[in-house]
Nanobody, 118 residues
Framework: QVQLVESGGGLVQPGGSLRLSCAASGSISSVNVVGWYRQAPGKERELVAIIRISVGGITTYADSVKGRFTISRDIPKNTLYLQMNSLTPEDTAVYYC??????????WGQGTQVTVSS
């Protein structure tokens, strides 16, 4: 079983930056895919960015964040990051970390709020 804890959310002005962190613990060696999702009020949860660990670390980004967000991981620290630049009010949402293991079992973090507002 994997446990995920996000941090780094907060209030930022439009055009600003934030870096989210997701600390993982437990059966990390079984994880094949890790990523970030977000859910804005009244909307469905959507993919932001993922890393496919089992296929060489291929990354995928939502079109809405390409060129502005970067997903990365620090393997020794068992931590996943999401660097978010050029933030807009449309990026306001609760951001969740997700891990999927080799048996297809999904684990979610508790979420961290990101608010972009002047």
């Amino acid at each position: 079983q994997v446990q995920l804890v996000e941090s780094g959310g907060g209030l930022v002005q439009p055009g600003g930056s934030l870096r989210l962190s997701c600390a993982a613990s437990g059966s990390i060696s079984s994880v094949n895919v890790v990523g970030w999702y977000r859910q804005a009020p009244g909307k469905e949860r959507e993919l932001v960015a993922i890393i496919r660990i089992s296929v060489g670390g291929i990354t995928t980004y939502a079109d809405s964040v390409k060129g502005r967000f970067t997903i990365s991981r620090d393997i020794p620290k068992n931590t996943l990051y999401l660097q978010m630049n050029s933030l807009t009010p449309e990026d306001t949402a609760v951001y969740y970390c997700k891990a999927v293991n080799r048996w297809g079992i999904t684990t979610w973090g508790q979420g961290t709020q990101v608010t972009v507002s002047s």
